[in-house]
Every structure is written in C-alpha cells, then in structure tokens.
C-alpha cells in the first residue's frame, strides 16, 4: 500500500525519510486558521485529520499521514509567524517562559476508511531573552515558517534552559516514536517493511 505525507513541509519530509520507507508528498492545501474558541489540542487533530482526509479520493488505496503543530505559551496559541516582526513578537512571548509544542498525527487508509490518531506534547523552557538576542537569531536562522519561531535543530536551541517530552521529533514537527506505533497499527513495520 503506499505511504502519502500530506504535507508541503521539507521538515516534515526530511522526519519521514529517516524511517527508510518509500512515500510521496502532496499538499494538502487546506485553510488552517483556527476556529473562534478552538483549544489548541483539538486545533491540532481536526487539522491533522483534515489533511489527510483531502487527499483520499487522490489516493484511494494509500496511507495517508497527516499531521498539525501549534505552540502554546502563556494561554496564547502560537502558529507559523510568516514574518520577522511576528517572529519577534512570539519570542518577546514566551521568553523566560515554558512553551508546549502539540503535535497531532491522523493516519488515515484511504482504502477501509479506517483512521488512527496521536497527540503528542513536548514542553520547551525558553530562557529570558534579550532584544538583541532575539533579533540576532532571527535575522540569522530566519524561522519564519516555523510554530514558535525557532528551529530546535538548529541555533534555536540556544533560546531554551530545558526540554521535556517523549520524541524531540515531535518539536520538528512529526512525531515518529508515535508515528511507528501508528503505523504497525495499519501493518506497516518500519524495522520489517517486506513482511
């Protein structure tokens, strides 16, 4: 059965090529703007689940992984800033505060219809952060397309005291202890794709 990322994201891509399974990539190219009272938990799966769900007439026997990422820091939901002075803003946000990283995964066969679902959270403690650091990070890893306005695999390590949480994966973006559990769910074991 083939493997679908429903997902336009080079890190998401890059996560999943890590597991050594063949798959493609399509975007999904759904409207992600929360709806009005949202919590963040429920944002994460109906975004995750609408992604892969767009895709199953494309790809009527498949398994399609689609999966969502919101920061929340302070009771404030933190999506993708587009922007330095947005990035700037989330950052000036969270620092010296924890931020939690929520990460849902919907995998859906498209063929049985049948779907299976994860939400993973992983706490990130930013340090209190000056302007200047803030401004010299951002002009330097430019993380604009990133929840939270950091990348943790890269200099944006730097901004935090500590990390808690079961897969640092899932702070990238997608979580693959959970995915793995997922996927032998639907038979498909990464350590014995043949079988």
Do not use: W
Not at 35 to 58: C, D, F, I, N
Not at 148 to 166: N, P, Q
């Amino acid at each position: 059965m083939q493997l679908v990322l429903a997902s336009s994201s080079p890190y998401r891509k890059s996560l999943l090529q890590r597991l050594g399974l063949p798959f493609v990539c399509c975007s999904p190219d759904i409207n992600e703007t929360p709806l009005p009272g949202e919590s963040v938990e429920t944002l994460v799966q109906r975004l995750a689940s609408a992604k892969a769900s767009v895709l199953s007439q494309r790809y009527p026997s498949a398994l399609i992984i689609g999966s969502d990422q919101a920061c929340q820091c302070d009771g404030k939901i933190l999506g993708k800033p587009g922007s330095f002075e947005a990035a700037r803003k989330q950052l000036q946000h969270c620092s010296g505060l924890p931020a939690d990283f929520h990460t849902a995964i919907s995998l859906l066969d498209s063929e049985s219809g049948l779907s299976f679902h994860s939400h993973d959270v992983y706490r990130v403690y930013f340090r209190t952060l000056t302007s200047d650091e803030i401004d010299y990070y951002l002009q330097t890893e430019q993380p604009f397309d990133c929840a939270g306005s950091f990348k943790a695999e890269g200099l944006g390590i730097a901004l935090f005291e500590a990390m808690e949480g079961k897969d640092f994966h899932s702070l990238l973006g997608l979580p693959l202890i959970s995915l793995c559990t997922l996927l032998r769910q639907c038979g498909l074991n990464p350590l014995s794709p043949a079988a």
